[in-house]
Nanobody, 121 residues
């Protein structure tokens, strides 16, 4: 499975960015990609990777880290095997490498390569 993330960049505080992650390939488990939850994680310099947001396979349930609630919105398009992260009101504390991942049974199954988000003050 390949997870291709894009949409990162350098922005000023208060700006918005929209990350995308396109999934392709066939999981070794034999399950189709559509049954996996999709998640976004981030890792800032010197810090551990943390869960930012996740969305269930049908898209009817989403969850967020407290630090991004009300500012970030996760969505998915199963027809295109793509998950999105709309990030508004960005602040310097959001600076990190953002990773998308698939999740099944509350465990990450596949990781994508990261995309850098840098927010200047």
């Amino acid at each position: 499975v390949q997870l291709q993330a894009s949409g990162g960049g350098l922005v000023q505080a208060g700006a918005s960015l929209r990350l995308s992650c396109a999934a392709s390939g066939r999981p070794a488990s034999g399950r189709p990609l559509s049954v996996y939850d999709m998640e976004w994680y981030r890792q800032a310099p010197g810090k551990e990777r943390e869960l930012v947001a996740g969305i269930s396979r049908t898209g009817n349930r989403s969850y967020y880290a407290d630090s991004v609630k009300g500012r970030f919105t996760i969505s998915r398009d199963n027809a295109k095997s793509t998950v999105f992260l709309q990030m508004n009101s960005l602040n310097p504390e959001d600076t990190a490498i953002y990773y998308c991942a698939t999740s099944y049974g509350r465990r990450v199954s596949h990781w994508g390569q990261g995309t850098q988000v840098t927010v200047s003050s």
